[in-house]
């Protein structure tokens, strides 16, 4: 009988999506391993289609209940990547040999209050594969995983026909606000590509999307007849999507997409592991805390002449300064 394994990642979509290497190399490299993942139940879908996981435990509202399920299952191991106080919880319960995950909370600290650079020339994947480098594991060279089920692949006759030869995949949203461009330079963006875009976000980006959308429309309406013709085509080249696919269908347009713009989110990260050629755009946080697009080619677009970068390790509503 191999071991048994506890990996622990509560959030969010992309920080899951990063764990993916640690997961599949534990599960390749070690004989007969049992791998199994615990996160949050809203990001299940993430998981629950991943090969190399063999069951997944969820926290849901309480902890307690949480630790009663682990407590039966008899790890040998726990690989914390979260290194919370619930997961410093959980491991003291359980009691069994952990290994954690360093979060380099001080160096961040340093980097986002004094701008005093401490941080190391390391993408976070790679030093999450640290945290299991004891238990004998090493990289391999497949970058991140990312399983769309059958059910969620989406068809392209589910576009606009002007899509369906190709198109361009703009992901919106964020976490939080100073990771977006504000609406005025979205618009811009899109007017620049030129090409078919999917929009691509949650519930919560439907709005701004469909402001995008409109701009557009009340463009071509407004401009002169031979400027009308090109705006009219630029109205049917944006098509709002978010809100009206779940994640994985979400992933499966990323697949499809040709290359993909985006601001530093999840959508990011499944763009790198389906290898896709990524714009990605930076508001208060900085490639430097190692979360750049994984192991794919990649350009990144920031503001490096203002000193107030970055500003938080995550992000606010609104601009500290109020300049954004």
Known sequence: MGLKILVIRFSSIGDIVLTTPVVRNLKVQLDDAQIHYCTKYQFRSIIEPNVYVDKVHYLQDSLKDLIRTLKAEKFDYIIDLH??????????????????????????????????????????????METVAPLGIKMDSLGLDYFIPDKDIVPLDWLPETHRKGYIAYAIGAQHNT????????????????????????????????AIVKFFEKTEKSAPMEEGLTRMNKKALIYN???????????????????????????????AAFKKEIFS?????????GMYPYRTKFTVFENNKINCRPCSKIGYSKCPKGHF
């Not at 090409?195 to 439907?206: C, E, H, M, R, T």
């Open 281 to 289: 755009i930076w508001g208060n946080t900085i490639p430097l805390f």
């Open 83 to 128: 290194t919370n106080l619930r997961t410093r919880i959980i491991k003291a319960r359980l009691g069994v040999k952990s290994y954690s995950f360093d979060k380099l909370n001080w160096e961040k600290w340093l980097m986002v209050n004094l701008k005093i650079n401490k941080l190391p020339n390391k993408h976070i994947v790679d030093r999450y």
């Open 241 to 271: 999507a978010c809100g009206k696919y779940n994640l994985n269908q979400s992933a499966s347009l990323v697949k499809q997409a040709k290359y993909v713009f985006t601001h530093d989110t999840g959508l990011m990260h499944i763009a």
């Open 179 to 210: 990771k977006k461009l504000p609406l005025k330079r979205m618009i811009e963006l899109c007017d620049k590509i030129n090409k078919p875009i999917v929009l691509l976000g949650g519930p919560d980006d439907a709005e701004t999307a469909e």
